[in-house]
């Protein structure tokens, strides 16, 4: 199931070196230019509001292809990283990469999905990263309440994420569930409105969290970028194509929005 859904597609996007080669996220984007750095920026502005620093040991769940455990170790020098990805073709292409950069002591890769964060319960971690895949996760709730003791006091998590509107959730839940649901690979508690979500992190009383609404940066630029003549004619990126389509929509019709969500840990 994953290997259907979390492939290797999005190596077909990526087109310059010096921005990375591996990136699988929406990506930040600021006017036109490359996939490959609108992915950067995106693990960028997520590590910055993070604070990600030397100092930090960090756990990345949903890593992707691996492009950003690479980064958190070059942008911001952390040398204690820990991946946590459900895909085994993604995870074995991240390792080769890995290995090439002789950081496999440095960064350690396992198997599984968001659900199997327990098994790091003899860790203390300074920050956990979600970067675009939380949606996925069965569920972000749970996720964030088994981040809890993996935390150190004043340890935060970080999350760029994407979130349904009323507006959307109005919809029959016939078309929720089928293009929904089962196309962008998304259990059906995870859709909730960014309010129910501060409501459901305000009860759990552990968190500070700053939330920020980053949708004109997210969903126009790879819109936008999917759509020109040389991407939009490429062969094996039928998934992307619908995925762009989808969103465009969506986001015109103001049905989905994107977050930067950051929870510090309360002392």
């Not at 088994?146 to 979130?163: R, V, Y």
């Not at 009323?166 to 839940?173: A, G």
């Not at 089928?178 to 968190?207: A, C, G, P, Q, Y």
């Amino acid at each position: 199931m994953y290997e259907n859904f979390f492939g290797l597609d999005e190596l077909k996007l990526n087109d310059e070196e010096k921005y990375g080669l591996s990136w699988a996220n929406l990506g930040y984007w600021h006017g036109n230019h490359s996939y490959s750095k609108a992915g950067r920026n995106l693990a960028i502005e997520l590590g910055k509001s993070l604070e990600l620093s030397k100092k930090d040991r960090l756990l990345d769940v949903g890593f992707g292809l691996g492009e950003q455990l690479l980064l958190w170790h070059s942008y911001f020098d952390i040398d204690s990283i820990v991946g946590l990805n459900p895909s085994e073709i993604q995870n074995e292409y991240a390792k080769s990469r890995i290995s090439k950069e002789k950081l496999a002591k440095k960064i350690s890769l396992f198997t599984g999905t968001s659900a199997d964060i327990s098994r790091f319960n003899s860790k203390k971690f300074d920050k956990i990263i979600a970067l675009d895949c939380a949606y996925h996760f069965e569920t972000r709730i749970k996720f964030i309440r088994d981040s809890i003791d993996l935390l150190g006091d004043g340890g935060a998590l970080g999350m760029i994420d994407l979130f349904p509107t009323e507006k959307m959730l109005k919809w029959p839940q016939k078309i929720m569930n089928s293009l929904i649901t089962k196309f962008f690979h998304i259990d059906k508690k995870n859709l909730m409105t960014i309010r129910d979500f501060e409501l459901e992190i305000n009860e759990m009383d552990v968190f500070e969290a700053e939330i920020i609404d980053i949708s004109n940066y997210i969903f126009p630029g790879f819109c936008n970028y999917i759509n020109k003549e040389g991407v939009k004619n490429q062969s094996g990126l039928k998934k992307m194509k619908i995925t762009a389509k989808l969103l465009s929509f969506f986001h015109r019709k103001d049905y989905v929005r994107a977050f930067k969500i950051i929870l510090k840990k309360n002392i």
